[in-house]
C-alpha cells in the first residue's frame, strides 16, 4: 500500500506554518494501475541496492545505518519509532495504514528545518526474498517553474511545481544486510544533502560512529593505557603528558610527530587498530611531499627514521610513478639506501 501526502511550509524558522494534506491511498491493484508505479518503482530497486556502512569513513555521508536505541534489558518495542515501522507494516486495510502512516507525517512536521515537498509512505514486498513486507518513506522535493509538452495546440503546458526524484530522501526498513537476510533492529536512510533534517523526525533511531572517531578513540586508549604504564601517578611527565595529549586533540587535521612512543610501541598498536580494520589509511606530509598508504603497511614497507635533526622515510617495494609528461625524474637511477644513509648522517654532523 501507499500513502501520498503534499507538505508546505510558509515562511521561516520558528515561525513558519508547516501543513500537510492527504492526497490518495493506495492498496497494491490500484498502485499497479497509477502513473507511480513508473515514477517510484526504479527508485525503490536504487534504495535496496544502494550500500551502507556500519561506521563510515566520515560523518558527512548521505547514507547512514541506524538502529533503535533501547535502554539495557528492554526490548526493541519500548522504542516508539520502532513500533511505527511494525505498525505500518503489519497493517491490513487501506484506513489502518492510513493511520500508522499518519504518525510518520506528524513526526516529520514537528522536526526542525523540513522542508516542502511529496512525503510518501509505502510497504512493498521483495518476492524474490521474502514474503513479509518493507517499509519505504520517500520525500521527494519541489521543483518550481516546470514547462512540458502537451499537446499540438498548445504545444508547451506550465506546471507551477513538481516533485522531482532527483535528490530523493529515503527510508528502507528493515535493514537487508546480505540478500535473504534482515535485520529489525536497523533502518537505513539516505539523504543527498548534508543537512540532518530528514533524519531528525526519528528521534529514537542512532547511528553508529564514523571509522575516524573510532580509530582516535581507540588510539587515545592505547596512549593513556601507556601512560599509566610508564609513569608515576600525579608526576609532573604524567601531567605534562596528559597536557600535550589534550592539544593534541583540539588542534586541526595536520599534526606533526610528538616523539613519545618508540617505534616498536607504535607498532604494536598499529597492530592492534588493523586487526580490527585492515583498510585503515596513513598519510604523511613531509615538506611539500605527500604521502599516503595503509597503516598496516609502517614497520614493513614504510618506515620513519631521525637522524639527529634530519627526519628522512624510506619507501621500500613501492612502485614509484610520475604524471604523464616529461621530466628529469623520470630517467632517475635510484640511490641505494645504504651510501643515503651514510651522506644523510655526514650532513647531520657537518655543522659541529
Keep these: 500500500m501507499l500513502h501520498f ?42 534504495i535496496v541496492k544502494r550500500k ?43 484506513e489502518e495504514f492510513l493511520e500508522n502512516a ?5 513526526a516529520y512536521i514537528d522536526a526542525s528545518a523540513v522542508r516542502g515537498g511529496a512525503f510518501i509512505v509505502l510497504t512493498a514486498t521483495l518476492k524474490k526474498y521474502f514474503d513479509e513486507s518493507f517499509v519505504f518513506i520517500l520525500k521527494c522535493d519541489f521543483e518550481p517553474k516546470v514547462a512540458s509538452i502537451s499537446d499540438e495546440a498548445t504545444i508547451i503546458k506550465h506546471v507551477e511545481m513538481a516533485i522531482t526524484t532527483k535528490n530523493m530522501k529515503s527510508i528502507q526498513y528493515p ?4 540478500e535473504g537476510i534482515i535485520e529489525v533492529s536497523e533502518v537505513k536512510i539516505h539523504q543527498a544533502s548534508h543537512a ?79 586487526e580490527q ?19 598496516s603497511e609502517f614497520g614493513e614497507t614504510l618506515h620513519i627514521g631521525k637522524l639527529i635533526i634530519d627526519m628522512c622515510y624510506s619507501l621500500i617495494q613501492i612502485k614509484f610513478s610520475l604524471r604523464k609528461g616529461i621530466h628529469l625524474l623520470n630517467f632517475i637511477d635510484p640511490t641505494n639506501f645504504n651510501p643515503l644513509s651514510k651522506k644523510l648522517t655526514e650532513n647531520a654532523f657537518k655543522d659541529e
Design 5 to 46: 501526502l503534499f507538505i508546505s511550509v510558509d515562511g521561516k524558522g520558528e515561525n513558519s506554518e508547516k501543513k500537510y494534506k492527504h492526497f490518495q491511498t493506495l492498496d497494491h491493484s490500484e498502485y499497479e494501475h497509477s502513473a507511480l508505479k513508473e515514477f517510484l518503482d526504479g527508485e525503490l530497486v536504487k
Design 52 to 94: 551502507v556502512e556500519r561506521h563510515p569513513k566520515n560523518e558527512q555521508v548521505p547514507t547512514k545505518l541506524g538502529y533503535f536505541a533501547v535502554e539495557p534489558e528492554y526490548n526493541l518495542d519500548s522504542n516508539s519509532n520502532f513500533n511505527m515501522f511494525q505498525k505500518s507494516r503489519q497493517s491490513i486495510s487501506k
Design 102 to 106: 499518519l504518525t510518520f507525517v506528524q
Design 175 to 178: 535493514y537487508m544486510p546480505e
Design 196 to 274: 540532518r533534517y530528514f533524519e531528525d523526525f526519528l528521534k529514537y533511531v542512532e547511528y553508529g560512529e564514523p571509522m575516524p572517531t573510532i580509530v582516535k578513540n581507540q588510539l587515545l586508549e592505547m596512549v593513556y593505557e601507556h601512560v599509566s604504564e610508564t609513569t608515576e601517578e600525579n608526576s609532573e611527565e604524567r601531567i605534562q603528558f596528559e597536557k600535550d595529549l589534550e592539544v593534541w586533540e583540539t588542534i586541526s587535521e595536520e599534526r606533526t610527530i610528538q616523539e613519545k612512543l618508540s617505534t616498536e610501541q607504535v607498532k604494536e598498536a598499529s597492530n592492534r587498530l588493523v
Design 277 to 295: 580494520t585492515p583498510d585503515l589509511e596513513i598519510n604523511l606530509t613531509i615538506g611539500q611531499s605527500k604521502i599516503k598508504s595503509l597503516l
